[in-house]
């Protein structure tokens, strides 16, 4: 029996993405490029444990807003915003299972963009996103900030969390989803990682103290 996809080679294991055999050579060429490989493939997860990490170095530097500093101490001092936003991703990963990670880094850098407008003009200007999922995941964002600066005006009487901050914690969560995705166009690693951090929980604002030190600085 010969391959699936080129016809050529000698088929050697079931890929659940077409449901047919292939060959090793078709999978790792195509895993994640043209093939929409489900999570739970073993190849795929084999795949993921011996890839080397991306290299944020070898990024665009654009990508990864470089003009704005993220340092260890805000990261310590924001720890329950970092929670918050990753609790808000895995949610929106869960309610759309083909979310893959270019969904997310755009939903993310679309929001890093509008934050970093109105940090340094006053301008809340909302760049636009491209489509209706990455829209959803956009808003799940934005819905936690908010619910994040209520709670701390029930608690504490004012607002703490300034615009300045809120845009340091994206730009952190793009460097992640870079730094977590293979890059191919199908990649759901990101995904796949924000979905480990949080079982299913009710609390977008409580939940993430559970999470403790799982979350990775890239």
Not at 108 to 121: D, I, M, Q, Y
Request: charged share 25%; with cysteine.
């Amino acid at each position: 029996m010969s391959c699936a996809i080129c016809e050529k080679r000698k088929e050697k294991r079931f890929c659940p993405a077409i449901h047919g055999r292939i060959c090793p050579q078709c999978c790792g060429e195509q895993r994640e490029v043209t093939l929409d490989c489900p999570s739970d493939c073993a190849y795929l997860q084999q795949a993921r444990e011996h890839e080397k990490p991306r290299r944020l170095v070898d990024l665009n530097p654009a990508d990864l807003f470089v003009q704005v500093e993220v340092e260890d101490q805000f990261l310590y001092q924001r720890e329950h915003l970092i929670m918050g936003l990753t609790f808000a991703l895995s949610k929106s990963v869960r309610a759309d299972r083909s979310l893959k990670d270019s969904d997310l880094i755009a939903a993310l850098t679309s929001l890093a963009k509008t934050w970093e407008t109105l940090v340094n003009s006053g301008l809340h200007y909302e760049n636009p996103i491209a489509s209706p999922a990455q829209q959803a995941v956009a808003t799940e964002v934005q819905n936690m900030l908010k619910e994040y600066r209520e709670a701390e005006q029930k608690h504490m009487g004012y607002v703490q969390l300034r615009d300045s901050e809120v845009l340091r914690a994206l730009v952190f969560m793009v460097r992640m989803a870079h730094g977590r995705t293979s890059g191919r166009p199908k990649s759901r690693a990101f995904a796949d990682f924000l979905l480990a951090q949080f079982p299913e929980k009710p609390s977008g604002i409580a939940a993430p103290e559970e999470a403790g030190s799982r979350i990775v600085v890239p």
